[in-house]
T-cell receptor, first 109, second 115 residues
Framework: LAKTTQPISMDSYEGQEVNITCSHN???????ITWYQQFPSQGPRFIIQ???TKVTNEVASLFIPADRKSSTLSLPRVSLSDTAVYYC??????????FGTGTRLQVFP | ETGVTQTPRHLVMGMTNKKSLKCEQH?????MYWYKQSAKKPLELMFV???????ENNSVPSRFSPECPNSSHLFLHLHTLQPEDSALYLC??????????????FGPGTRLTVL
């Protein structure tokens, strides 16, 4: 499974757009890129998944360049409730998710 | 009740106790998982069940014993635990094979403290 690298922490203010980048240089052809969100003392929650180019849903956008060696999770106009840990995972459609340390996003008023 | 539920939400036990964690999913999924999340550490996958069969045991000590009687229920039996086993234990489920998504739905977790 491809190893991922993402910033340990990020700070933002309410109303700003937040972009969290994840590096996955060893991504394989059949790997998907998936992001999860976790609040303290809760289980992670699926945010978005993509394979290439851009994916958008009601919560976030995921940008994946052509070489797929990185991806960027974009959260538009964050609020205090977006304060959480965000995990980038890379893998094929299997049932083995490997979580890294994630990016701790702190949103300030 | 919808989604993935876990009971109890909090558990304190001594090292000589035997207890069980319960997970139930109401999503019609066929895969269920146990994860462990210790303080300031990433989530660690412990066990995976597909269609009630264990398909993954991530080198978990034998003091943790999973049981999956059907696709909707998953148990984690605990005995002679150590204080370092104190953690948040998370259950998840998914529906493998139907699409390209490997989205897992997590329960709220059981906060376990071993004294």
């Amino acid at each position: 499974l491809a190893k991922t690298t993402q910033p340990i922490s990020m700070d933002s203010y309410e109303g700003q757009e937040v972009n969290i980048t994840c590096s996955h240089n060893n991504i394989a052809t059949n790997d998907y890129i998936t992001w999860y969100q976790q609040f303290p003392s809760q289980g992670p929650r699926f945010i978005i998944q993509g394979y290439k180019t851009k994916v958008t849903n009601e919560v976030a956008s995921l940008f994946i360049p052509a070489d797929r060696k990185s991806s960027t999770l974009s959260l538009p106009r964050v609020s205090l409730s977006d304060t959480a840990v965000y995990y980038c995972l890379v893998g094929p459609n299997t049932d083995k998710l490997i979580f890294g340390t994630g990016t701790r996003l702190q949103v300030f008023p | 009740e919808t989604g993935v539920t876990q009971t109890p939400r909090h558990l304190v036990m001594g090292m000589t106790n035997k207890k069980s964690l319960k997970c139930e999913q109401h999503l019609g999924h066929n895969a269920m998982y146990w994860y462990k999340q210790s303080a300031k550490k990433p989530l660690e996958l412990m066990f995976v069940y597909n269609f009630k069969e264990q398909t993954e045991n991530n080198s978990v000590p034998s003091r943790f014993s999973p049981e999956c009687p059907n696709s909707s229920h998953l148990f984690l039996h605990l005995h002679t635990l150590q204080p370092e086993d104190s953690a948040l234990y998370l259950c998840a489920s998914s529906q493998p094979g139907l699409s390209s998504y490997n989205e897992q739905f997590f329960g709220p977790g059981t906060r376990l403290t071993v004294l």
